[in-house]
């Protein structure tokens, strides 16, 4: 069972690293399989995510942000039943839906801790929404205020935050009113894959846009860790390129391990079992 950590643990774990030089990396795992395996890969930080789910049953991420199913339940279930059980060291967080009109927030934020959940992120999120689609979930009240609300509660409760912002003025609005321990810029969707994005932001736009927010979001918590993620950061030579052009302290991977890592191993190992052949000459009936 994973390892609970309190807020000052688990930061002070993730500070060690940095201090050691070595880049953080962050990943989701949408079952146990996964978790065990990115475990023994290292990784700092494992999430447990609506869209990690949808990505092992080989759809896209943004079938997690359709009204399919309950996110928050089914993060809670697959953590507890699935990912939790197979983790022993590395921190676990949660990916919740802070705009979730149907639970009394704080009650299930303390389920989440109690269960081994050592953090909360907003995600799903409404700042993936742009438009009138938006401006219209902000003016009817289901709007990132409730994601605010929701990382200031898990603040309290002891869990470490973990925010994320699509464009400057959210990036600056989430470190004003609910300073994350860890901020996140989020690209857009991961290129690449078979339910991948094909178009999208370049490595180097990427990179780019990633510092800028890093810039920002250093001026409102200087001493605030901050990932890249998304678009065109797909591979660990892609990983490099943003540790090497931006102040990032490391790296969040979704689709990028969990549904990638498996599609072409996968289907290559399938094919070469099917390559198999009978002896030449020999019957079978």
Same mark, same amino acid.
């Given at each position: 069972?994973?390892?609970?950590?309190?807020?000052?643990?688990?930061?002070?774990?993730?500070?060690?690293?940095?201090?050691?030089?070595?880049?953080?990396?962050?990943?989701?795992?949408?079952?146990?399989?996964?978790?065990?395996?990115?475990?023994?890969?290292?990784?700092?930080?494992?999430?447990?995510?609506?869209?990690?789910?949808?990505?092992?049953?080989?759809?896209?991420?943004?079938?997690?942000?359709?009204?399919?199913?309950?996110?928050?339940?089914?993060?809670?279930?697959?953590?507890?039943?699935?990912?939790?059980?197979?983790?022993?060291?590395?921190?676990?967080?949660?990916?919740?839906?802070?705009?979730?009109?149907?639970?009394?927030?704080?009650?299930?934020?303390?389920?989440?801790?109690?269960?081994?959940?050592?953090?909360?992120?907003?995600?799903?999120?409404?700042?993936?929404?742009?438009?009138?689609?938006?401006?219209?979930?902000?003016?009817?009240?289901?709007?990132?205020?409730?994601?605010?609300?929701?990382?200031?509660?898990?603040?309290?409760?002891?869990?470490?935050?973990?925010?994320? #912002?699509?464009?400057?003025? $959210?990036? =600056?609005? &989430?470190?004003? @009113?609910?300073? +994350? !321990?860890?901020? *996140?810029?989020?690209? /857009?969707?991961?290129?690449?894959?078979?339910?991948?994005?094909?178009?999208?932001?370049?490595?180097?736009?990427? #990179?780019?846009?990633?510092? $800028?927010? =890093?810039? &920002?979001?250093? @001026?409102?918590? +200087? !001493?605030?860790? *901050?990932?890249?993620? /998304?678009?065109?950061?797909?591979?660990?030579?892609?990983?490099?390129?943003?540790?090497?052009?931006?102040?990032?302290?490391?790296?969040?991977?979704?689709?990028?391990?969990?549904?990638?890592?498996?599609?072409?191993?996968?289907?290559?190992?399938?094919?070469?079992?099917?390559?198999?052949?009978?002896?030449?000459?020999?019957?079978?009936?």
């Amino acid at each position: 069972m994973a390892k609970r950590y309190t807020r000052s643990e688990f930061l002070e774990r993730l500070r060690a690293e940095i201090r050691r030089g070595k880049p953080l990396v962050m990943t989701g795992a949408g079952n146990g399989i996964c978790a065990k395996f990115i475990e023994r890969g290292g990784v700092d930080i494992i999430g447990v995510y609506n869209t990690g789910y949808f990505r092992m049953q080989g759809y896209g991420s943004l079938a997690g942000m359709l009204p399919m199913a309950d996110a928050n339940e089914m993060v809670y279930q697959v953590g507890r039943r699935e990912v939790l059980p197979q983790v022993k060291e590395v921190p676990v967080i949660a990916g919740l839906n802070g705009v979730d009109v149907l639970r009394d927030m704080r009650l299930f934020l303390e389920d989440c801790r109690r269960v081994g959940f050592s953090g909360v992120h907003n995600f799903p999120t409404v700042a993936w929404f742009d438009g009138e689609f938006r401006k219209t979930l902000e003016r009817t009240g289901l709007g990132y205020q409730m994601e605010l609300d929701m990382l200031n509660i898990a603040r309290d409760l002891d869990l470490l935050t973990i925010g994320y #912002a699509f464009n400057e003025e $959210d990036a =600056a609005r &989430l470190m004003t @009113e609910a300073p +994350p !321990d860890i901020f *996140i810029f989020h690209a /857009g969707i991961t290129k690449g894959g078979t339910t991948g994005y094909g178009e999208g932001r370049s490595l180097e736009e990427m #990179a780019k846009r990633t510092q $800028d927010h =890093a810039a &920002l979001v250093k @001026e409102y918590k +200087p !001493d605030v860790i *901050i990932l890249a993620h /998304g678009a065109s950061l797909v591979n660990p030579e892609d990983g490099q390129y943003v540790i090497d052009h931006t102040e990032v302290h490391g790296v969040q991977l979704g689709s990028s391990i969990e549904r990638m890592a498996v599609e072409g191993p996968l289907e290559e190992r399938a094919a070469a079992f099917k390559d198999i052949r009978f002896p030449e000459g020999a019957e079978r009936t």
